[in-house]
């Protein structure tokens, strides 16, 4: 067998793999040309050779029950067999390891999101393979005397089979890395208001918080007067949003807006006290930690009035305006999304 750079002959296991990257509708043709700040994550755009890659790796997909594939698993990493007895099949493996060989060598990568696949990039240097073709397909010897680039030598191998034995119903799906949890299974954290509001980080999916993001939230939603209102629970989470659950944090400027039913959240403890006789209002904890984040807080006066309040009544940190209506106006006249909460 010859022995080849590792960098090079990781292509070859990964030559069924590319369409991890590809969407539903046949290898996301239009998705691979985005760059930063489309809702992607990191990529490379199409080059000259791309169209006629894809072909090669959507034929390999359409046609993998007649691919067949056996692995080995060794002390340090495994030794595969990708083989098909259809002459076309096989002339297509061959075909997809020389395109992604170039593709190495020039180098134009290929986008990668999956998290097991993106980690083996980053180990290239600890792989040793050696390979040769077959009449039918390519063998494969692949070790590392690293344990833990081992082990995802192993996990990568067993996906491949999966790829493999599933074809595009497999492909459309993200592969963990061995020991370590998902992002979006390792639980909520609060990076900005503790206790209240968790997200889950999840720094490589669509979408990404933007910076310089205004956010106006219209609340109405009532709640039990010895409770937390579950609107404002919903703003925390905004801001926790944009401070922590993309890649980076964002910058955002958030407004509530408290009228109709919500227009009692935000009274100080005494008239809280007074209207509905409990031990103090249960918001306001939260709205003082939404304050101190930044967050523009507004009863309506005409609200407020009409239940016979005063600005005298409401928490000193919740400014009074004239009404729900002109501030949500003047709030959307300065550039704020709209996003109404109510029951």
């Given at each position: 067998m010859a022995a080849i750079s590792s960098r090079v002959v990781l292509l070859v296991l990964l030559s069924l793999v590319w369409c991890s990257s590809v969407d539903a509708q046949g290898f996301g043709?239009?998705?691979?040309?985005?760059?930063?700040?489309?809702?992607?994550?990191?990529?490379?755009?199409?080059?000259?050779?791309?169209?006629?890659?894809?072909?090669?790796?959507?034929?390999?997909?359409e046609n993998h029950q007649k691919i067949r594939r056996t692995v080995k698993e060794l002390d340090n990493g495994v030794?595969?067999?990708?083989?098909?007895?259809?002459?076309?099949?096989?002339?297509h493996i061959?075909?997809?390891?020389?395109?992604?060989?170039?593709?190495?060598?020039?180098?134009?990568?290929?986008?990668?999101?999956?998290?097991?696949f993106a980690e083996?990039?980053?180990?290239?240097?600890?792989?040793?393979?050696?390979?040769?073709?077959?009449?039918?397909?390519?063998?494969?010897?692949?070790t590392s005397d690293d344990p833990y680039v081992a082990g995802l030598i192993k996990?990568?191998?067993?996906?491949?089979?999966?790829?493999?034995?599933?074809?595009?119903?497999?492909?459309?799906?993200?592969?963990?890395?061995?020991?370590?949890?998902?992002?979006?299974?390792?639980?909520?954290?609060f990076p900005k208001i503790n206790g209240h509001g968790g997200v889950f980080n999840l720094s490589n999916a669509a979408q990404q918080p933007r910076s310089g993001s205004k956010i106006?939230?219209?609340?109405?939603?009532?709640?039990?007067?010895?409770?937390?209102?579950?609107?404002?629970?919903?703003?925390?989470?905004?801001?926790?949003?944009?401070?922590?659950?993309?890649?980076?944090?964002?910058?955002?400027?958030?407004?509530?807006?408290?009228?109709?039913?919500?227009?009692?959240?935000?009274?100080?403890?005494?008239?809280?006290?007074?209207?509905?006789?409990?031990?103090g209002n249960p918001n306001l904890e939260l709205l003082r930690d939404l304050h101190h984040a930044g967050v523009q807080m507004y009863v309506c006066g005409q609200s407020l009035q009409g239940k016979g309040k005063s600005a005298a009544d409401v928490a000193v940190f919740v400014d009074t305006a004239v009404s729900a209506l002109t501030t949500n106006v003047n709030l959307q006249s300065d550039g704020y999304t709209y996003i109404p909460l109510g029951n």
């Open positions: 043709r239009g998705r691979m040309g985005r760059g930063p700040g489309q809702g992607q994550g990191p990529g490379h755009g199409q080059d000259d050779q791309h169209e006629v890659d894809m072909e090669v790796f959507h034929y390999l997909l030794e595969t067999l990708t083989e098909s007895d259809v002459p076309s099949v096989a002339a061959k075909t997809h390891v020389e395109q992604m060989t170039v593709r190495l060598e020039k180098p134009s990568p290929i986008r990668m999101r999956d998290p097991l083996i990039f980053q180990h290239t240097k600890k792989i040793k393979i050696e390979h040769e073709d077959t009449p039918k397909g390519v063998k494969v010897i692949e996990a990568h191998a067993k996906v491949v089979s999966l790829f493999v034995e599933r074809g595009f119903a497999e492909a459309h799906k993200n592969h963990p890395v061995p020991g370590r949890q998902p992002a979006e299974q390792s639980g909520k954290t106006a939230v219209d609340i109405t939603q009532s709640s039990e007067p010895d409770q937390l209102n579950l609107a404002i629970e919903k703003a925390a989470r905004f801001v926790n949003l944009y401070a922590g659950a993309g890649k980076e944090p964002a910058t955002v400027e958030i407004a509530l807006v408290f009228h109709g039913d919500a227009t009692l959240a935000v009274l100080n403890d005494d008239a809280y006290k007074s209207t509905y006789q409990t031990e």
